[in-house]
């Protein structure tokens, strides 16, 4: 029973351990470049638009900036295929017959406060490339371009859904 009792503390332990590095470890960057795409509205047919866009910008994104050591030259590359990047939006939406406008901005953004994954992002300027579609006030995607937290996923378009499970879960699940 203590062998139990010792092994459930030091589990829970560890958890809080992991936790707090793994927490401390998904903070962004602060000369980090972020990317959003908002929608037109909340409703289905604009939100499907708004994924399709994202699915366009991430994949070309991730390409042009796989490479990228510096903040400077994520700036310079990004600037330098904005027009490429508004003529694969403008693609996009004709494939898509989507009739409304749409705007990119590069520089200082405004994003509101998100909370994702029991981690809070505060809100503020953000140096980042803002994609709007319409009237832009539906929901929307955003990751990191560089560093490319979140871009990763673009350079394989056969990924799958993972679950990652920890050690200590593995741990209890096999005991309790």
Known sequence: MKKILLAFLFTILAYIIIGNVIAVSNIIPDDAIRIRVIA??????????KYKVKKTVESDMYKLLKDTKTLE????RIKRHLSSLEDKVYTTLQEEEYELPFTINFGLNYFPKKEFKGITYDEGYYESVVITLGEGLGDNWWCVLFPPLCLLEAEDSNTTDVEYTTMVKTIIDKYF
Do not use: L, P, V
Request: no cysteine; hydrophobic share 15%; aromatic share 8%.
């Open 73 to 76: 030259e994520a700036r310079s």
């Open 40 to 49: 037109n509205s909340n409703s289905e047919y604009d939100q499907n638009i």
